[in-house]
């Protein structure tokens, strides 16, 4: 399966995202060999895991959609690591330095809105997002 490899902030976990939509009901199994090596250069602790997609969902209204260009720009330059719409029915985005803008879920907004440094707060500086709840 082609996927993009990554780690989180701190390199402590690995991040496989597929490049193509998993299909139904197909098991597939996660390898990571004692080749691959953590920040420091030491080896990984082999490890395999394996899951079952489930059945297939109804197909995504394609007019909901975001591109990375259909943006303004983020906040001081930081770039743009995750998109959500909230519970509130704003539009969510993280930055790559820790900080959130929330604003009106409306495309070329993300930069835009309430500019949430909590995050940045807590960890005394800048504080990689990879991914909104």
């Known amino acids: 399966m082609p996927a993009v490899v990554n780690t989180s902030g701190g390199g402590d976990s690995i991040i496989l995202t597929p490049t193509a939509t998993l299909a139904p009901n197909t098991q597939y199994t996660f390898v990571v060999t004692?080749?691959?090596?953590?920040?420091?250069?030491?080896?990984?602790?082999?490890y395999q895991m394996s899951f079952t997609t489930g059945a297939a969902v109804a197909q995504v209204d394609p007019a909901v959609n975001f591109r990375q260009d259909e943006f303004s720009p983020p906040p001081t330059g930081a770039n743009f690591t995750d998109v959500k719409?909230?519970?509130d029915g704003k539009l969510y985005a993280s930055t790559e330095d820790g900080r959130i803008s929330a604003g009106p879920?409306?495309?070329r907004n993300a930069?835009?809105?309430?500019?949430?440094?909590?995050?940045?707060?807590?960890?005394?500086?800048?504080?990689?997002?990879?991914a909104l709840p």
């Open 34 to 46: 004692a080749a691959v090596a953590d920040t420091t250069g030491s080896s990984i602790v082999p």
């Open 111 to 130: 930069g835009n809105g309430q500019i949430i440094t909590s995050i940045q707060t807590f960890n005394n500086g800048k504080r990689l997002i990879t």
């Open 85 to 87: 719409i909230g519970p």
């Open 105 to 107: 879920s409306t495309r």
